[in-house]
């Protein structure tokens, strides 16, 4: 029982690190005035305070009886209500960023690392056949612009850029920027500019609250 106890604590821990990561990327702070305001106004954060909520709660035996259901509709009505469908069994690192909501779908075996920009009408999906059936993994601090398709079991390199509307279907290299249909490397410049406030530490994330 107490090593349960424990396990529970630290996923509770764990949550609230990860909003803090997340909170970060939006307002470069994690102060509890900025949390409420983008809270309430950024509702790509909304989405993903409740997508992690519902990780944490389904993630103990007693706080899935009690708790998840009511997270799981709150989730729920809001991917119907934004636009936004990104599995809690979804694994993502910290620094999650939605600007802008609409349209995004991403499937629930698909790995995203930390620190990453995904934009209105991404898909990030599951191929079914073929030498690549398989989900993406999406490294680092890796930028996603509006309308980009991602399928198959490839790898996104970390720092890498995904122009809009472009369809990649292969593996890319670090800090590539990857256009067009299908997707090919243009430069070597990589996600920096779009890419921001990803300098939070465990420091500055357990000093604030």
């Known amino acids: 029982m107490l090593e349960g106890l424990r396990k529970t604590v630290l996923s509770y821990h764990n949550f609230l690190k990860l909003i803090k990561a997340d909170l970060y990327r939006y307002a470069g702070k994690t102060s509890l005035g900025a949390f409420l305001f983008h809270y309430f106004l950024s509702l790509g954060f909304r989405y993903t305070v409740w997508m992690r909520w519902c990780a944490v709660v389904h ?11 009511c997270a799981w509709l709150i989730n729920r009505h809001q991917q119907i209500r934004f636009g ?3 599995s809690y069994k979804t694994q993502v690192g910290p620094g999650l960023y939605i600007r802008h909501e609409g349209g995004i779908v991403v499937n629930e075996q698909v790995i995203i690392g930390k620190n990453c920009n995904l934009s ?3 898909t990030i999906g599951v191929s079914r056949r073929g030498e690549r059936a398989g989900v993406p993994v999406i490294g680092d601090n890796v930028y996603i612009g509006p309308g980009a398709k ?5 790898a996104i390199g970390n720092n890498a850029a995904v122009g809009a509307n472009c369809v990649v279907t292969k593996d890319f290299p670090e800090n590539g920027v990857v256009v067009g ?3 090919k490397v243009i430069s070597y410049e990589g996600s920096a500019g779009y890419i ?4 939070y530490t465990t420091g500055e994330l357990l000093k604030h609250g």
């Open 84 to 86: 936004i469908a990104i």
């Open 181 to 183: 249909i299908p997707g």
């Open 59 to 69: 993630a103990n035996a007693i706080s899935r009886v009690l708790l998840f259901p």
């Open 120 to 122: 209105q009408q991404v």
């Open 196 to 199: 921001n406030n990803t300098n």
């Open 150 to 154: 991602i399928f198959g079991k490839i």
